[in-house]
């Protein structure tokens, strides 16, 4: 099959969430599986740190390649993309986000012809990309070059949909027409997302359960309505983890090197991490990790309120985050009073990021909501056990087999399950079953592209 992504961030050229990661990974998942695939995004300021080669391909369009041979194209246009950040900088959005990515769709879609690509699917991520389902349907229907290309949107995360005030609608470069409740108005705003969700063949988000999720008024973010409408083409599709990336055998950042065969060695990067961290060193006091965002997302909020009773149990605690200041503030205020407990690492930190999910026992996400998640699939891999909250991505690859899940979103359901591994880890045989089984999950690409691929079968028949 042919395959074209549009993206508006792309591993290794941009990232600023998951996002990159999806679309830097499965192009090349799907490529080992023999289809042929295109990924389309901005030519940021940044593309040019990735320090790949970068050839011109045409006016305003420039490639590289990933993998073995997945060309990415960069759309040109130096007032729109070249700038420091993605979407906005410290006074929050770009005010003309409408506009450029309305631009990178519509002149994605013409690359395509210039680069004589005609794929069978177009496959396109989150708001940003959503407009290209819309023209497909609309500016480019006439046109035979398109007619026989279908449409798959990915939702990554439908707490960001691209919403404009009205007044914006006709740089769009639609009908007025489209401007209506079932297609782009969202109480009387112009949202980018709800057009492509209303025209694309097909829609899938990153985990089964968010997919039922995301059709209820408490996840929806205002759009369960039209997805329940669109279920019949609505499916959940996990993400994948990079194995080569994230492999406690293999692992270039953390003390010991250790396996499912060999997961005794892990003893070692618990003591490291206790040292780099400032707690004392023992093996028989459970250490708990977390990295993740500080927001209220992460379930940060019920976090804070179990923090005394966490403390009074005897475990430690690594946290490694940036994000709401509130949550700096409120987290920088308990690790004062406990010292002795909890470690606090307010930054971005990749190599500490690889220990805690070495040298920790157990993993800390309790997140209120949690489209797939990476946090969890990681510390799976590294025989690390997570302690998380019944929903997304979370329900979907956390049990109790191999972790705990608690399903009220409460503080003290919270700290029962916090109690229940505290009390497991005492219990040497019971916790390496649940480190066996841990390790033993498996969720690579390859599964993962395996079923996009069947997505995109479906897509062309229709
Ligand atoms: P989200 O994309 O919502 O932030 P995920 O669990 O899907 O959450 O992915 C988060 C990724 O970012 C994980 O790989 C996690 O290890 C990493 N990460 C989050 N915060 C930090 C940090 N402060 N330092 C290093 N890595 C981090």
Same mark, same amino acid.
Not at 364 to 379: A, D, H, K, V
């Given at each position: 099959m042919k395959i074209a992504m549009f993206s508006s961030e792309v591993v290794p050229f941009a990232k600023t969430g998951g996002l990159a990661d999806v679309a830097g990974a499965l192009p090349l998942a799907l490529e080992y599986c023999g289809h042929e695939v295109i990924v389309v995004m901005p030519a940021y300021r940044c593309v040019g740190e990735a320090k790949l080669k970068i050839s011109r391909v045409s006016e305003g369009v420039t490639s590289s390649i990933i993998g073995k041979g997945v060309r990415v194209f960069f759309i040109e246009n130096k007032p729109y993309f070249d700038r420091p950040g993605l979407y906005g900088n410290e006074n929050g959005d770009y005010p003309d986000n409408l506009e450029r990515f309305s631009f990178f769709c519509r002149r994605a879609l013409e690359s395509l012809k210039e680069i004589k690509f005609g794929p069978d699917i177009l496959h396109l991520h989150d708001w940003q990309a959503s407009l290209a389902a819309v023209y497909l349907k609309t500016l480019c229907s006439k046109d035979v070059f398109?007619?026989?290309?279908?449409? *798959?949107?990915?939702?990554?995360?439908?707490?960001? /949909?691209? $919403?404009? @005030?009205? +007044?914006?609608?006709?740089?769009?470069?639609?009908?007025? !027409?489209? &401007?209506? %409740? +079932?297609?782009?108005? &969202?109480?009387?705003? *112009?949202?980018?997302?709800?057009?492509? %969700?209303? #025209? @694309?063949? &097909? $829609?899938?988000?990153?985990?089964?359960?968010? @997919?039922?999720? $995301?059709q209820t008024p408490d996840l929806g973010f205002g759009l369960d309505g039209l997805l329940r409408k669109r279920r019949n083409v609505l499916s959940g599709i996990l993400n994948g983890l990079d194995y080569s990336v994230w492999d406690p055998d293999t692992d270039r950042f953390i003390t010991q090197n250790f396996s499912q065969a060999h997961p005794g060695d892990k003893a070692l990067d618990k003591a490291?991490?206790?040292? $780099? =961290? !400032?707690?004392?060193?023992?093996?028989? *006091?459970?250490?708990?990790? #977390? *990295?993740?965002?500080?927001? +209220? /997302?992460k379930g940060l909020d019920i976090l804070g309120g179990s923090l005394d009773e966490f403390c009074g149990t005897g475990a430690q605690l690594v946290i490694l985050g940036t994000g709401d200041l509130k949550y700096h503030e409120l987290l920088k205020k308990f690790s004062l009073k406990y010292p002795k407990s909890i470690s606090l690492n307010l930054k971005f930190d990749d190599s500490l990021a690889h220990k805690i999910y070495a040298g920790s026992d157990i993993f800390? #996400?309790?997140?209120?909501?949690?489209? =797939?998640?990476?946090? /969890?699939? %990681?510390?799976l891999r590294y025989g690390t056990i997570p302690v998380v909250f019944k929903t997304g991505g979370l329900a979907d690859t956390v049990n109790r087999n191999n972790g705990f899940v608690f399903s009220s979103y409460r503080k003290e359901d919270l700290m029962k399950s916090v109690h229940k591994a505290v009390s497991a880890f005492g219990d040497k045989d019971k916790w390496a079953s649940l480190v066996d089984n841990a390790m033993r999950c498996n969720f690579s690409w390859k599964i993962s592209a395996d079923k996009y691929i069947q997505l995109y079968a479906k897509a062309k028949k229709k």
């Open positions: 398109y007619k026989k290309i279908h449409s *798959v949107l990915t939702i990554h995360n439908i707490g960001y /949909q691209g $919403i404009f @005030a009205k +007044e914006e609608f006709p740089k769009l470069g639609l009908d007025w !027409g489209l &401007f209506d %409740i +079932e297609t782009f108005e &969202f109480f009387n705003k *112009v949202n980018l997302l709800k057009g492509g %969700i209303s #025209m @694309a063949d &097909f $829609i899938s988000t990153v985990s089964q359960t968010y @997919a039922k999720e $995301i490291d991490l206790q040292k $780099i =961290c !400032g707690l004392r060193r023992d093996k028989d *006091v459970p250490l708990f990790g #977390m *990295v993740s965002r500080l927001a +209220e /997302q800390l #996400m309790p997140s209120r909501y949690e489209p =797939c998640g990476l946090g /969890q699939m %990681i510390s």
